[in-house]
Protein backbone atom coordinates (compact mmCIF):
# COMPACT_ATOMS: atom_id res chain seq x y z
CA UNK A 1 0.00 0.00 0.00
CA UNK A 2 1.43 3.28 -0.62
CA UNK A 3 1.36 6.43 1.59
CA UNK A 4 1.44 9.90 0.23
CA UNK A 5 0.25 12.54 1.99
CA UNK A 6 -1.88 15.32 0.45
CA UNK A 7 -0.67 18.47 3.24
CA UNK A 8 2.43 -10.59 31.67
CA UNK A 9 4.01 -11.04 34.38
CA UNK A 10 4.47 -7.71 35.44
CA UNK A 11 1.91 -6.92 37.85
CA UNK A 12 -0.20 -3.97 36.25
CA UNK A 13 -0.79 -1.94 39.67
CA UNK A 14 2.60 -0.87 40.14
CA UNK A 15 2.60 0.64 37.66
CA UNK A 16 -0.87 2.31 37.96
CA UNK A 17 1.17 3.35 41.21
CA UNK A 18 4.11 4.79 39.40
CA UNK A 19 2.45 8.14 37.77
CA UNK A 20 5.78 10.06 37.87
CA UNK A 21 7.64 7.48 35.91
CA UNK A 22 9.45 3.66 36.13
CA UNK A 23 12.03 3.21 38.00
CA UNK A 24 14.83 1.04 36.34
CA UNK A 25 15.32 -0.67 38.81
CA UNK A 26 11.48 -2.18 38.80
CA UNK A 27 12.10 -3.05 35.02
CA UNK A 28 15.65 -4.41 35.77
CA UNK A 29 14.29 -6.61 38.08
CA UNK A 30 11.34 -7.82 35.91
CA UNK A 31 13.79 -8.31 33.20
CA UNK A 32 16.08 -10.52 35.44
CA UNK A 33 12.33 -12.40 36.46
CA UNK A 34 12.34 -13.36 32.78
CA UNK A 35 9.19 -11.04 32.50
CA UNK A 36 10.87 -8.49 29.63
CA UNK A 37 8.63 -10.31 27.05
CA UNK A 38 7.16 -7.57 24.56
CA UNK A 39 3.77 -7.76 25.51
CA UNK A 40 5.05 -7.14 29.52
CA UNK A 41 4.03 -3.86 30.58
CA UNK A 42 7.19 -0.96 30.37
CA UNK A 43 7.41 2.83 29.51
CA UNK A 44 6.73 4.17 25.85
CA UNK A 45 7.58 7.67 24.92
CA UNK A 46 5.65 8.79 22.36
CA UNK A 47 5.68 12.07 19.73
CA UNK A 48 2.94 13.45 18.29
CA UNK A 49 0.59 12.02 20.35
CA UNK A 50 -2.13 14.43 19.96
CA UNK A 51 -3.66 13.20 16.97
CA UNK A 52 -3.93 10.46 14.49
CA UNK A 53 -1.48 7.96 14.88
CA UNK A 54 0.42 8.89 17.64
CA UNK A 55 -3.02 9.38 19.58
CA UNK A 56 -3.96 5.77 18.78
CA UNK A 57 -0.35 4.35 19.71
CA UNK A 58 -0.75 6.43 23.41
CA UNK A 59 -4.50 4.69 23.73
CA UNK A 60 -3.14 1.25 23.02
CA UNK A 61 0.22 1.15 25.30
CA UNK A 62 -2.25 2.81 27.78
CA UNK A 63 -4.68 -0.29 27.42
CA UNK A 64 -1.97 -2.60 27.90
CA UNK A 65 -1.25 -0.99 30.79
CA UNK A 66 2.15 0.59 29.51
CA UNK A 67 3.58 3.95 31.35
CA UNK A 68 3.15 6.55 28.39
CA UNK A 69 4.90 9.67 28.14
CA UNK A 70 2.47 11.35 25.45
CA UNK A 71 4.19 14.21 24.08
CA UNK A 72 1.99 17.11 22.15
CA UNK A 73 3.58 20.19 20.69
CA UNK A 74 0.53 22.59 22.32
CA UNK A 75 -0.52 20.32 25.30
CA UNK A 76 -3.33 22.83 26.13
CA UNK A 77 -5.04 22.41 22.43
CA UNK A 78 -4.79 18.20 22.92
CA UNK A 79 -8.23 17.71 24.07
CA UNK A 80 -8.54 14.04 22.76
CA UNK A 81 -4.97 13.49 24.09
CA UNK A 82 -5.85 14.92 27.54
CA UNK A 83 -9.01 13.16 27.79
CA UNK A 84 -7.33 9.91 27.70
CA UNK A 85 -4.59 11.50 30.08
CA UNK A 86 -7.45 11.88 32.57
CA UNK A 87 -9.21 8.60 32.29
CA UNK A 88 -6.10 6.65 32.18
CA UNK A 89 -5.60 6.83 36.40
CA UNK A 90 -1.58 8.53 35.78
CA UNK A 91 -0.90 5.57 33.58
CA UNK A 92 -0.66 8.58 30.37
CA UNK A 93 1.51 11.76 31.17
CA UNK A 94 1.04 14.83 28.60
CA UNK A 95 4.37 16.13 28.33
CA UNK A 96 4.72 19.35 25.66
CA UNK A 97 7.25 18.84 23.01
CA UNK A 98 8.21 20.19 19.49
CA UNK A 99 10.64 17.85 17.84
CA UNK A 100 12.29 20.84 16.38
CA UNK A 101 13.39 22.26 19.59
CA UNK A 102 16.67 20.61 20.80
CA UNK A 103 16.94 22.32 23.71
CA UNK A 104 13.26 21.41 24.81
CA UNK A 105 14.51 17.64 23.71
CA UNK A 106 17.16 17.93 25.90
CA UNK A 107 15.10 19.37 28.98
CA UNK A 108 12.70 16.84 28.70
CA UNK A 109 15.34 14.08 28.78
CA UNK A 110 16.63 15.32 31.83
CA UNK A 111 13.21 15.73 33.76
CA UNK A 112 13.24 11.95 32.69
CA UNK A 113 16.77 11.31 33.63
CA UNK A 114 17.40 8.10 36.12
CA UNK A 115 14.02 6.86 34.52
CA UNK A 116 13.92 3.95 32.09
CA UNK A 117 12.17 4.27 28.57
CA UNK A 118 11.51 0.83 27.09
CA UNK A 119 10.03 2.16 23.86
CA UNK A 120 11.21 5.49 22.29
CA UNK A 121 8.89 5.75 19.52
CA UNK A 122 9.51 8.76 17.09
CA UNK A 123 5.84 9.25 15.09
CA UNK A 124 5.53 13.23 15.01
CA UNK A 125 5.94 14.03 11.34
CA UNK A 126 4.64 16.65 8.60
CA UNK A 127 3.82 16.17 5.11
CA UNK A 128 5.08 19.47 3.70
CA UNK A 129 1.88 20.30 1.69
CA UNK A 130 2.26 18.33 -1.86
CA UNK A 131 2.35 22.09 -3.49
CA UNK A 132 5.49 23.24 -2.06
CA UNK A 133 7.63 20.18 -3.33
CA UNK A 134 6.61 20.39 -7.08
CA UNK A 135 9.77 20.37 -9.33
CA UNK A 136 10.55 24.30 -10.49
CA UNK A 137 9.27 25.82 -7.94
CA UNK A 138 10.07 24.20 -4.46
CA UNK A 139 9.92 25.84 -1.28
CA UNK A 140 12.54 25.66 0.65
CA UNK A 141 11.89 26.33 3.52
CA UNK A 142 9.10 23.83 3.77
CA UNK A 143 11.97 21.48 2.81
CA UNK A 144 13.96 22.88 5.95
CA UNK A 145 11.39 22.20 8.04
CA UNK A 146 9.94 18.81 6.76
CA UNK A 147 13.81 17.86 7.25
CA UNK A 148 14.06 18.97 11.21
CA UNK A 149 10.49 17.12 11.78
CA UNK A 150 10.85 14.01 10.33
CA UNK A 151 14.75 13.93 10.31
CA UNK A 152 16.65 15.82 12.94
CA UNK A 153 14.02 15.39 15.53
CA UNK A 154 13.96 11.63 15.59
CA UNK A 155 17.77 10.86 15.88
CA UNK A 156 17.91 14.21 18.35
CA UNK A 157 15.19 12.07 20.81
CA UNK A 158 17.90 8.93 19.70
CA UNK A 159 20.63 10.93 21.67
CA UNK A 160 18.86 11.95 23.99
CA UNK A 161 17.06 9.36 25.45
CA UNK A 162 19.62 7.24 25.03
CA UNK A 163 20.35 6.16 28.51
CA UNK A 164 16.53 6.24 29.09
CA UNK A 165 16.29 3.32 26.60
CA UNK A 166 19.76 1.54 27.59
CA UNK A 167 18.26 1.43 31.37
CA UNK A 168 15.12 -0.63 30.23
CA UNK A 169 14.59 -3.93 29.81
CA UNK A 170 13.62 -4.12 26.14
CA UNK A 171 15.18 -1.22 25.24
CA UNK A 172 13.67 -0.15 21.70
CA UNK A 173 14.15 3.14 19.49
CA UNK A 174 11.65 2.75 16.45
CA UNK A 175 11.00 5.66 14.28
CA UNK A 176 7.40 5.68 11.93
CA UNK A 177 9.01 5.87 8.77
CA UNK A 178 6.82 5.66 5.04
CA UNK A 179 7.31 3.59 1.75
CA UNK A 180 7.85 6.90 0.36
CA UNK A 181 11.17 7.02 1.77
CA UNK A 182 11.99 3.57 -0.25
CA UNK A 183 14.06 5.35 -2.97
CA UNK A 184 13.76 1.32 -4.19
CA UNK A 185 10.29 1.29 -4.57
CA UNK A 186 9.66 5.10 -5.95
CA UNK A 187 7.79 5.18 -9.19
CA UNK A 188 7.12 8.66 -10.15
CA UNK A 189 8.24 11.80 -9.22
CA UNK A 190 6.51 13.68 -6.37
CA UNK A 191 6.91 15.26 -2.74
CA UNK A 192 10.66 15.67 -2.96
CA UNK A 193 10.65 16.89 0.72
CA UNK A 194 8.51 14.28 2.55
CA UNK A 195 10.09 11.45 0.67
CA UNK A 196 13.87 12.58 1.27
CA UNK A 197 12.67 12.86 4.79
CA UNK A 198 11.67 9.39 5.39
CA UNK A 199 14.72 8.22 3.06
CA UNK A 200 17.01 10.49 5.92
CA UNK A 201 15.88 8.67 8.68
CA UNK A 202 16.01 5.89 7.43
CA UNK A 203 19.99 6.41 6.67
CA UNK A 204 20.16 7.85 10.27
CA UNK A 205 18.52 4.55 11.91
CA UNK A 206 20.63 2.35 9.97
CA UNK A 207 23.53 4.26 10.95
CA UNK A 208 21.84 4.65 14.96
CA UNK A 209 21.32 0.07 14.47
CA UNK A 210 24.75 -0.59 14.07
CA UNK A 211 26.02 1.79 16.42
CA UNK A 212 23.64 0.86 19.01
CA UNK A 213 23.76 -3.27 18.69
CA UNK A 214 26.81 -4.22 20.46
CA UNK A 215 25.02 -2.23 23.72
CA UNK A 216 21.69 -4.34 22.23
CA UNK A 217 19.54 -1.20 22.01
CA UNK A 218 16.91 -2.08 19.26
CA UNK A 219 16.49 0.14 15.99
CA UNK A 220 13.69 -0.30 13.66
CA UNK A 221 11.58 1.49 11.22
CA UNK A 222 7.91 0.57 10.49
CA UNK A 223 5.61 1.93 8.55
CA UNK A 224 1.47 2.17 8.61
CA UNK A 225 0.71 2.89 4.85
CA UNK A 226 -1.59 5.23 4.07
CA UNK A 227 -3.99 5.43 7.14
CA UNK A 228 -7.15 7.77 7.62
CA UNK A 229 -5.77 11.00 9.63
CA UNK A 230 -5.58 14.27 9.02
CA UNK A 231 -2.37 13.93 6.92
CA UNK A 232 -4.14 12.61 4.51
CA UNK A 233 -6.85 14.79 4.48
CA UNK A 234 -8.87 15.12 0.90
CA UNK A 235 -8.02 12.16 -0.21
CA UNK A 236 -10.99 8.91 -0.57
CA UNK A 237 -11.54 7.19 2.81
CA UNK A 238 -11.79 3.76 0.63
CA UNK A 239 -8.38 4.50 -0.73
CA UNK A 240 -6.98 4.99 3.46
CA UNK A 241 -6.97 1.93 5.84
CA UNK A 242 -8.35 2.89 9.56
CA UNK A 243 -5.82 4.18 11.86
CA UNK A 244 -6.61 1.06 14.39
CA UNK A 245 -5.58 -1.38 11.59
CA UNK A 246 -2.03 0.84 10.93
CA UNK A 247 -1.62 0.73 14.45
CA UNK A 248 -2.19 -2.56 15.25
CA UNK A 249 0.28 -3.42 12.43
CA UNK A 250 2.89 -1.46 13.80
CA UNK A 251 2.54 -2.58 17.07
CA UNK A 252 3.34 -6.33 16.20
CA UNK A 253 6.25 -5.01 13.96
CA UNK A 254 7.32 -2.87 17.21
CA UNK A 255 6.95 -6.28 19.81
CA UNK A 256 8.58 -8.82 17.30
CA UNK A 257 11.50 -6.60 16.78
CA UNK A 258 14.76 -8.28 18.15
CA UNK A 259 18.29 -7.09 18.36
CA UNK A 260 18.87 -9.95 15.65
CA UNK A 261 16.48 -7.94 13.52
CA UNK A 262 17.62 -4.33 14.31
CA UNK A 263 17.88 -1.78 11.62
CA UNK A 264 14.82 -3.34 9.38
CA UNK A 265 12.69 -0.91 7.39
CA UNK A 266 9.29 -2.88 7.67
CA UNK A 267 6.40 -2.80 5.29
CA UNK A 268 2.66 -3.00 6.27
CA UNK A 269 2.79 -6.89 6.60
CA UNK A 270 6.07 -6.41 8.60
CA UNK A 271 8.24 -7.62 5.58
CA UNK A 272 11.19 -5.74 4.23
CA UNK A 273 10.89 -2.47 2.52
CA UNK A 274 13.91 -2.04 -0.14
CA UNK A 275 15.90 1.16 0.97
N1 LIG B 1 -1.16 8.84 7.64
C1 LIG B 1 -0.44 8.22 6.72
O1 LIG B 1 -0.97 7.76 5.69
C2 LIG B 1 1.03 8.00 6.91
C3 LIG B 1 1.68 7.18 5.98
C4 LIG B 1 3.05 6.94 6.14
C5 LIG B 1 3.72 7.47 7.22
N2 LIG B 1 3.05 8.28 8.11
C6 LIG B 1 3.81 8.83 9.21
O2 LIG B 1 3.13 8.59 10.42
C7 LIG B 1 3.47 9.58 11.37
C8 LIG B 1 2.19 10.12 12.00
O3 LIG B 1 1.38 10.64 10.97
P1 LIG B 1 -0.20 10.87 11.12
O4 LIG B 1 -0.82 10.22 9.98
O5 LIG B 1 -0.67 10.57 12.49
O6 LIG B 1 -0.24 12.45 10.88
P2 LIG B 1 -1.08 13.62 11.56
O7 LIG B 1 -2.44 13.15 11.91
O8 LIG B 1 -0.91 14.78 10.66
O9 LIG B 1 -0.31 13.88 12.94
C9 LIG B 1 1.01 14.36 12.91
C10 LIG B 1 1.47 14.53 14.34
O10 LIG B 1 2.82 15.03 14.30
C11 LIG B 1 2.87 16.19 15.13
N3 LIG B 1 3.90 17.14 14.76
C12 LIG B 1 4.06 17.82 13.60
N4 LIG B 1 5.11 18.65 13.68
C13 LIG B 1 5.63 18.48 14.92
C14 LIG B 1 6.71 19.06 15.61
N5 LIG B 1 7.49 20.00 15.07
N6 LIG B 1 6.95 18.65 16.90
C15 LIG B 1 6.16 17.72 17.48
N7 LIG B 1 5.11 17.16 16.88
C16 LIG B 1 4.85 17.54 15.62
C17 LIG B 1 1.47 16.81 15.00
O11 LIG B 1 1.28 17.75 16.03
P3 LIG B 1 0.35 19.08 15.82
O12 LIG B 1 -1.05 18.65 16.07
O13 LIG B 1 0.90 20.04 16.82
O14 LIG B 1 0.56 19.53 14.41
C18 LIG B 1 0.63 15.56 15.11
O15 LIG B 1 0.52 15.15 16.44
C19 LIG B 1 4.28 10.63 10.61
O16 LIG B 1 5.65 10.44 10.87
C20 LIG B 1 3.98 10.32 9.15
O17 LIG B 1 5.03 10.70 8.29
C21 LIG B 1 1.72 8.55 7.99
Known sequence: MSDSPSGSGLDRRRFLGLAGGVAVGTL???ARAGDSGPSAPGTVLVTGANRGIGLE????????????IATARRPGEAADLNALAERSQGRVVVEPLDVTDLAAIDALAEKYRGQAI?????????????????????????????????????IKMCEAFLPHVAASA????????????????????M???YRSSKSAVNMLMANLALQLKGRGIIVGLVTPGATDTDFMKGLPK???????????GMLRDIDGFTIERTGQF??????????
Open 28 to 30: AAA
Open 57 to 68: FVRRYADRGWKT
Open 118 to 154: DVLLNNAGVGGGGDNQIFGRLNYPVFDEVMAVNARGP
Open 170 to 189: QKKMITVSSSQGSIGSVKMP
Open 191 to 193: LYF
Open 238 to 248: AMLRPVTDAVE
Open 266 to 275: LDTKGGLLPW
